[in-house]
């Protein structure tokens, strides 16, 4: 399966923002889907998980009550809603899929696999 995030681009500080993941090349059998991000010059951050078909969630502090996570299990597609948009979450957000047999709540990168291409979020006045 491969994953591809897309609907970043340039907004304003307090803009919001949808990005969409959409899985294709097979069935979507991961537990769940993560999104992350890298800022320009940092190491790639957690953002958000969400268990596949249970719709559980968890955030990072970040972006805690701001960003918003859900998915259509129909169209193998996941969502990050965000909202009250920062300068400091300018980055090029990626998901992926949380590996089978690694444990709910992880943040850690080597959890996840099936990286796709990221998509660029600009928050810029």
């Known amino acids: 399966v491969q994953l591809q995030a897309s609907g970043g681009g340039l907004v304003q500080p307090g803009d919001s923002l949808r990005l969409s993941c959409d899985a294709s090349?097979?069935?979507?059998?991961?537990?769940?889907l993560g999104w992350f991000r890298q800022a320009p010059g940092k190491e790639r951050e957690f953002v958000g998980a969400?268990?596949?078909?249970?719709?559980?969630?968890y955030y990072a502090d970040s972006v805690r009550g701001r960003f918003t996570m859900s998915r259509d299990i129909a169209k193998k597609t996941a969502y990050l809603e965000m909202n009250s948009l920062k300068p400091e979450d300018t980055a090029v957000y990626y998901c992926?899929?949380?590996?089978?047999?690694?444990?709910?709540?992880?943040?850690?990168?080597?959890?996840?696999?099936?990286w796709g291409q990221g998509t660029l979020v600009t928050v810029s006045s």
């Open positions: 992926a899929a949380h590996i089978m047999g690694r444990p709910w709540g992880t943040t850690r990168e080597t959890d996840f696999r099936s």
């Open positions: 090349g097979g069935t979507f059998r991961s537990i769940g």
């Open positions: 969400i268990g596949w078909m249970s719709g559980l969630s």
